[in-house]
């Protein structure tokens, strides 16, 4: 009995140990994904995205109406906002929409708009 609770312990501590230095090596990696992706979606020659949304609880000077106001991106998948930057009408389904599809035409890199989900992901 005490070599199976020594095993348990054992096991729980390198998970732990394992744990803790993914989420190191990964949350340094999305802290930096999540700045580019705000410097993105500040940029006027890049992003642009303040032009048309203004995201909920950050400053942004003068951000556009057109689009809708950014919030709550916290709890939609990955995947759905990517769709959405890389081209809106594959993501909503629509056929007429002001957003450029901005991974369709070019104008964002994959890296680019899985920055701009990170960034989004931490506003709500």
């Known amino acids: 009995m005490k070599l199976v609770k020594n095993l ?3 096991s729980a501590v390198s998970g732990l140990l394992a744990t ?3 989420a190191n090596q990964h ?3 999305k802290v930096d994904m999540v700045k580019m992706g705000e ?3 500040n940029t006027k020659k890049i992003g642009n995205c303040l032009a048309c949304h203004d ?3 950050k400053n942004i000077n003068n951000p556009g109406s057109l689009g809708p106001k ?3 991106l916290a709890y939609y998948p990955d995947s759905y906002i990517f769709d959405a930057i890389y081209d809106i ?3 909503k389904n629509i056929t007429t929409s ?11 890199s994959d890296e680019q708009i899985n920055a701009l989900v990170a960034y989004l992901k931490t506003v709500n």
Do not use: H, R, W
Not at 99 to 106: D, E, H
């Open 8 to 10: 348990l312990i054992a």
């Open 20 to 22: 803790s230095s993914f």
């Open 27 to 29: 949350g340094e990696t």
């Open 39 to 41: 410097k993105i979606f």
């Open 55 to 57: 995201v909920n609880g």
């Open 70 to 72: 950014l919030t709550g």
């Open 89 to 91: 009408y594959k993501a």
């Open 98 to 108: 002001a957003m450029p599809a901005f991974g369709k035409n070019g104008q964002l």
